[in-house]
């Protein structure tokens, strides 16, 4: 009746608390409908139900930030619907370490996996008992894993199918660097695609690849589970083919005796001359597609002053005036163009199966790729392993449900920060101390920026402890850091350049190309195993052609980078996300 007072009987106060309770419940899922952006999104596409958003992880093999100019559809991908970050830098520039800090969430000195095989590196190294997919799973989703996984998979078990993977095709090394004649590890069944020699279009190993992941995708959504799907494409990276000397090359017969000698008189005449990297085969459709394409404008290519540059990179034969050895940059460089094309309808088709199937937009997509690629710049034929700006920028994009896109992110960012970000996305519970953080907050609000510096390190720089100007000479840090440089700055094992020759390179035989180093949006600060030391000053320097690192004018800012270094050279979890103080101006 109107005006009586409110009386609470017996019972009213259970009925206000389940009222109460029911309000906060509907509250609470609003916030992780806000934060992990599936509201509103059903099992179908239609339906009311609740599901967590799908994952999909593409990732590359050396492509460099410059090449994703041929790529048309997926910077229409994520151009509309994503975010790009431009300051992008994966923390060790080489193939395993870089995969597994992907995995771990970690850098290299703390996961363990410091080269590409052992016995400091190799998939063997990294504890696959405790990655990302084993959270993912955790946290109720179907994972599938598609293609290459860290250095050395399957040389042991090619059986092996590691945790946390519900439906695994992975590639076995080292057929893994075969664009055809590969073998997969399918479930635990071993499955071989095509012949080496022979360019069979339907079992090209990129077009495979796809198709397995648009059928997962398609099967996972009509079962109404949320998916994390990783695929791992080969294309960039050269191939490993016993017999060819060029890409896409005729088979070379084998050797006799007298043929034998020749071959060793042939390696012995090239073993000072720059060893280039070949190109993976294309997919018959784009081979040609650049065969006129001329290098990029690159003003350090082929640098003339090197007397800023540590001693093994002063080694290096100039490229300036060589002009056989600048074509067979040139061809590697077109041949490593046209094997992107076929990435690049890859990630068409996925997206496009997404769509079909209702997922799209309760789909987050990444990707990126693990290392750069240098093509001549500082005098360094091809390769990577260094934290310059031609091996340690690389692509970077994501994209999903509450990301608007249409404006790139300027936040410094890192492979550290992928595990970080894709389980904030499932809301998975990682099993480690997580040394990267998530980007989301990033590609939500573009605008959002800190001063986290990254770090680079490889080989003897990835200790918690930092280099000093004596470091040992000896072990296996040593070893791999000599064979940087030496010139084998891919450290791919079988796959790398110049492993077949009977005699090494000569040039920098002696020097370490071990190192720390840290970036901020400003500076690049290099500091070597053997003492060498490189400053650049990316505002004034982009190029990275005039190290300050002896420079008086920037002495106090060396000194503040090197107390910084220092520091985040051993961090661990939040450690490693401290804001870099101010920086002095130079004077």
């Not at 370490?97 to 363990?112: C, D, I, K, V």
């Not at 595990?419 to 573009?446: E, Q, V």
């Not at 402890?465 to 440089?485: C, L």
């Amino acid at each position: 009746m109107e005006g009586t007072p409110f009386r609470r009987g017996p019972g009213s106060w259970a009925r206000i608390w389940v009222a109460l309770a029911a309000t906060l419940a509907v509250v609470a899922c609003g916030l992780a409908a806000e934060r992990y952006g599936w509201a509103g999104i059903g099992d179908d596409g239609g339906s009311e139900a609740k599901r967590k958003p799908n994952v999909v992880m593409i990732m590359t093999d050396d492509q460099w930030l410059e090449s994703m100019r041929v790529m048309d559809r997926t910077r229409e991908v994520f151009g509309d619907g994503g975010v790009t970050f431009e300051r992008y830098y994966p923390s060790m520039p080489l193939c395993c370490p870089s995969r597994s800090t992907f995995l771990s969430g970690q850098f290299a000195h703390n996961n363990g996996v410091r080269h590409n095989s052992s016995p400091q590196g190799g998939y063997a190294k990294l504890n696959h008992k405790n990655t990302l997919p084993v959270w993912m799973q955790k946290a109720g989703y179907v994972t599938s894993h598609i293609g290459k996984y860290p250095n050395g998979y399957g040389k042991r078990n090619p059986k092996e199918v590691p945790p946390g993977w519900d439906e695994w095709r992975g590639s076995v090394d080292p057929t893994t660097y075969r664009m055809w004649g590969y073998r997969l590890n399918e479930n635990g069944k071993l499955k071989t695609y095509g012949n080496p020699n022979v360019e069979d279009p339907k079992l090209y190993q990129t077009d495979v690849y796809r198709d397995k992941a648009a059928d997962f995708i398609k099967r996972k959504s009509a079962q109404g589970k949320p998916f994390f799907l990783d695929v791992a494409f080969l294309a960039p990276h050269g191939e490993l083919l016993d017999g060819r000397k060029k890409q896409g090359g005729s088979k070379q017969p084998g050797p006799g005796k007298t043929e034998e000698k020749a071959e060793e008189a042939d390696a012995a005449k090239e073993a000072d001359r720059p060893q280039v990297g070949p190109a993976p085969r294309p997919a018959p459709r784009h081979k040609g597609k650049f065969a006129d394409e001329p290098l990029p404008e690159m003003p350090a290519y082929g640098e003339g002053d090197m007397s800023d540059k540590p001693q093994f990179l002063r080694d290096y034969p100039k490229l300036g005036q060589d002009q056989e050895t600048t074509k067979e940059i040139t061809q590697s460089y077109r041949g490593r163009l046209e094997a992107l094309l076929a990435v690049d309808e890859a990630v068409g088709k996925l997206v496009s199966t997404l769509r079909e199937a209702g997922q799209l937009d309760n789909t987050y997509l990444l990707f990126a790729s693990d290392n750069g690629f240098f093509f001549g710049q500082h005098n360094v034929p091809t390769g990577k392993f260094l934290p310059h700006e031609a091996s340690g920028h690389v692509p970077m994009m994501l994209r999903g449900p509450g990301i608007e896109g249409g404006t790139p992110s300027r936040e410094m960012s890192s492979n550290v920060d992928l595990a970080a970000t894709i389980a904030d996305i499932g809301g998975a519970k990682p099993g480690l101390t997580l040394d990267g953080r998530s980007l989301l907050p990033f590609a939500r609000d573009p605008s959002r920026h800190t001063d986290r510096p990254i770090l680079h390190e490889a080989a003897e720089g990835a200790r918690r402890s930092p280099v000093g100007e004596n470091p040992p000479s000896s072990g296996a840090d040593a070893a791999s850091g000599r064979q940087a440089a030496k010139g084998d700055l891919d450290q791919d094992g079988e796959a790398s350049p110049g492993k077949t020759r009977k005699r090494p390179p000569r040039h920098g035989q002696v020097y370490s190309a071990a190192y720390e180093s840290i970036r901020t949006e400003r500076y690049l600060y290099v500091r070597y195993t053997k003492g060498g030391r490189e400053l650049y000053d990316l505002k004034t320097d982009p190029y990275e052609m005039s190290s300050k690192h002896d420079d008086p004018a920037y002495a106090e800012v060396r000194k503040a980078l090197e107390k910084a270094l220092t520091k985040l050279q051993g961090c661990t979890g939040d450690e490693c996300n401290t804001n870099v103080r101010e920086l002095p101006e130079p004077k």
